[in-house]
């Protein structure tokens, strides 16, 4: 930009015109409040919380359903001669967020020389079904187990490895009981006798091989 300020009729002039600054900074202001917001996480209210933590699971859940959905459509129409993807473009992170959810679906022939691979997976994938529909005890326990780690998951306790008892006597001094303290005295008499008995064993055995020299000795002096 030149710094001469005298008119010229034959020059050219710009005029840069930002725009109204008023959204930008609302905006600014959103970024902060919210990074405030969500630093402050340990202080906000248990509803809330409860709240964030029901969304993330929900949305997390969500995704890895969605992601499942995808493989397995793809593998099953991939065993019959072709390559169908949902949302093929999802983890394009060179696109765009709205980019990245077009188009809807891909459907096209596979390429040429996967034969055998197909083959072994359509076989593999038989053979998981005769095992689910053969051994339905396993199988079931194995749904249990699911139902089982989803309701953990929602209830917050999946990665709890401390009772409510000790959460609540964290702080409390750790004092053995009565018979914790009767059940470590009869431990350490019950290792003192077998330390004893030790010792007489070996006290034992020392005698003995003395005895044996001493024996051995008289009959070399008798023979001599």
């Known amino acids: ?3 001469v300020r005298d008119f010229d009729e034959a020059g050219y002039f710009t005029w840069v015109y930002e725009g109204d600054k008023t959204m930008s900074h609302l905006m600014s202001a959103g970024l902060i409040v919210g990074f405030l917001f969500c630093v402050c996480f340990p202080i906000w209210p248990q509803f809330l919380r409860v709240f964030v933590w029901y969304l993330s699971v929900t949305l997390l859940l969500f995704i890895f359903i969605l992601v499942t959905f995808r493989a397995l459509a793809f593998l099953f129409i991939w065993i019959i001669g072709f390559e169908f993807w949902f949302l093929p ?4 992170e060179t696109l765009s967020f709205v980019d990245s959810f077009k188009p809807v679906y891909s459907f096209d022939p596979a390429k040429p020389g996967q034969l055998p691979y197909r083959i072994g997976v359509a076989v593999a ?3 998981f079904c005769y095992w689910a ?3 339905p005890s396993e199988f079931d326990g194995f749904r249990a187990a699911q139902g089982d780690f989803l309701k953990d998951l929602y209830a917050g306790t999946l990665l709890s490895d401390m009772s409510q ?4 006597n964290i702080d409390k001094p ?4 009565l018979d914790d303290l009767l059940k470590s005295l009869d431990q350490d008499i019950k290792e003192n006798a077998d330390f004893l008995s030790e010792e007489d064993e070996d006290e034992k055995l020392d ?3 003395d005895n044996l020299v001493d024996i051995e000795e008289d009959i070399a002096e008798e023979e001599e």
């Open 1 to 3: 930009v030149a710094r």
């Open 89 to 92: 473009n999802l983890f394009d």
């Open 125 to 127: 994938f038989g053979s």
């Open 133 to 135: 529909v053969t051994q």
């Open 165 to 168: 008892e000790d959460k609540e």
């Open 174 to 177: 750790k004092i053995q009981s």
């Open 207 to 209: 005698s003995l091989l």
